[in-house]
């Protein structure tokens, strides 16, 4: 784990915030980042895994009209992820991803774009993650070390 995340949980877990993800196309990737940390069972609530249009809408809530609208792979469907599996699991920060990471283009979302939606405090951040230089799991990974970038960012976490 690099420094950068176990500061992020270790900031946390001092100031008593708890963490949920709703996944797609990483799929799980985050949670399991996050659990590898001792003692992570005092920050992490839990999450989703959402990898269908389905999951997102039926487990999760995402309005379908939304997905219509701007497609699953969108600013406004992170946000959803984020909002929802905070509210669902009561924790103090929602993280939520949607992406497309190949082989193919998803709603016409090209290979190598993704969202990231974070909300705490009540207000949600959404970013656009652009990289089709990396391979699938390289894209994946990347995107979970930019969670962590964008979480201490907001929380101001010293590294």
């Not at 609530?45 to 249009?53: H, I, L, N």
Request: aromatic share 8%.
């Amino acid at each position: 784990m690099t420094h950068r995340k176990k500061a992020v949980i270790e900031y946390l877990k001092i100031n008593e915030l708890t963490i949920s993800v709703a996944e797609s196309f990483t799929g799980g990737l985050l949670q399991s980042t996050i659990v590898e940390y001792p003692g992570s069972s005092k920050i992490f609530e839990g999450g989703f895994v959402a990898y269908s249009k389905w999951g997102k809408i039926k487990i999760l809530g995402v309005p379908a009209e939304i997905i219509r609208e701007h497609g699953v792979v969108s600013s406004e469907v992170a946000a959803e992820m984020a909002s929802s599996c905070k509210r669902i699991m009561k924790s103090s920060i929602g993280i939520g991803f949607t992406g497309a990471a190949g082989p193919g283009r998803i709603n016409g979302k090209p290979v190598g774009t993704a969202w990231l939606g974070i909300n705490i405090k009540g207000k949600t951040k959404t970013y656009l993650i652009n990289d089709a230089s990396r391979g699938r799991n390289d894209f994946r990974q990347y995107c979970v070390d930019v969670a962590f970038k964008e979480l201490a960012r907001l929380l101001k976490v010293e590294e």
